[in-house]
């Protein structure tokens, strides 16, 4: 009936396996977990050994590193019931029912539920805070207002999906890189397949340091813009993109690819800090793809 797939890359996982096993066997469905290990260097053995005495539950190793797509592939193809329910492993639900709330929906005729994310409210971050600070201001978000536009939100480090629409979406993902949750979106709503939003969320705990978020963002739009160049994709609900388009067809991407050559170092200063704007990150985003699409 449930095929749990959690691809994991130098994070402990013993905790969220736990969880997910003691939530599936008191709910009593057929269910499996599989674990794929994309050649970490750490917290290896502590998670084979964690969750080896788990019962229909399997962890693969691999050597060599292919990247979350590739892994997602990987365990789908290990899979053997047809609901999936994918979880990132930096999450840890945020109910003891998460995976009761996805049961209701096995016998829908939804393609894909997404269940978000949460934030916890800790008094000190003391990495990450930009990383918080955008994820608690633009994705966490209540389920009723992502039904809304049910392809601009698409968060996929927690999701229920039709194995029969994996396979038909995933391999088109053809690109090892940060920020393919834009693309798959873009997938789900061309393909015209039917997407519902749940209150069902994961925390997400794996916070990234502000530089190294402020690089995955800039590798993200890097993303956009192949797919919008190289894929043709013209049925997406991206606000960046939709923006950025906007602002080229009436000739302003000049001046905003200038004003991130005069503003770039100041703008990034702020986001380096122990306070940075998130609304300036917004806006760096803007400036940035305008500045890299002249660039190419």
């Known amino acids: 009936m449930l095929s749990i797939l959690i691809p994991t ?9 736990s969880t997910l096993h003691r939530q599936a066997t008191s709910l009593g469905v057929e269910f499996e977990i599989l674990c794929r290990d994309d050649a970490s260097s750490k917290y290896f053995q502590e998670n084979e050994i964690g969750i080896k005495d ?7 190793a691999s050597e060599i590193n292919i990247g979350r797509t590739a892994s997602r592939q990987f365990l789908c193809q290990k899979a053997k019931y ?15 029912s998460l995976i009761k709330n996805y049961s209701t929906y096995f016998t829908s005729n939804y393609d894909a539920i997404f269940g978000g994310f949460a934030y916890n409210n800790p008094q000190r971050i003391k990495n990450g805070i930009l990383r918080w600070k955008y994820g608690k201001k633009f994705e966490e978000v209540d389920a009723k207002k992502r039904n809304l536009k049910p392809y601009e939100l698409i968060i996929s480090a927690n999701f229920l999906i039709r194995k029969t ?12 890189s940060y920020g393919l949750d834009n693309y798959f979106s873009a997938l789900l709503k061309q393909h015209k397949l039917k997407v519902l939003h749940i209150n069902n969320e994961a925390y997400h705990y794996g916070l990234e340091d502000n530089a190294s978020y402020i690089r995955k963002s800039e590798e993200a739009i890097d993303t956009l813009l192949w797919m919008k160049d ?3 994709i013209t049925s997406h609900n991206n606000k960046l993109l939709n923006t950025y388009s ?12 200038f004003l991130y050559r005069f503003f770039n170092n100041s703008i990034r200063k702020n986001l380096l800090s122990d306070s940075p704007n998130i609304y300036l990150l917004q806006i760096y985003k803007l400036l940035f793809i305008s500045h890299k699409d002249l660039s190419q």
């Open 9 to 17: 890359y130098n994070y402990k996982i013993t905790d969220l396996v």
């Open 54 to 60: 788990l019962k229909d539950t399997h962890y693969f």
């Open 82 to 96: 047809n609901w999936l329910l994918f979880l990132d492993a930096d999450v840890i639900p945020k109910s003891d």
């Open 165 to 176: 629409v994996f396979n038909k979406i995933n391999p088109e993902l053809n690109r090892n």
């Open 230 to 232: 190289t894929r043709n």
């Open 246 to 257: 906007y602002i080229k067809a009436i000739k302003l991407n000049y001046f905003t690819a």
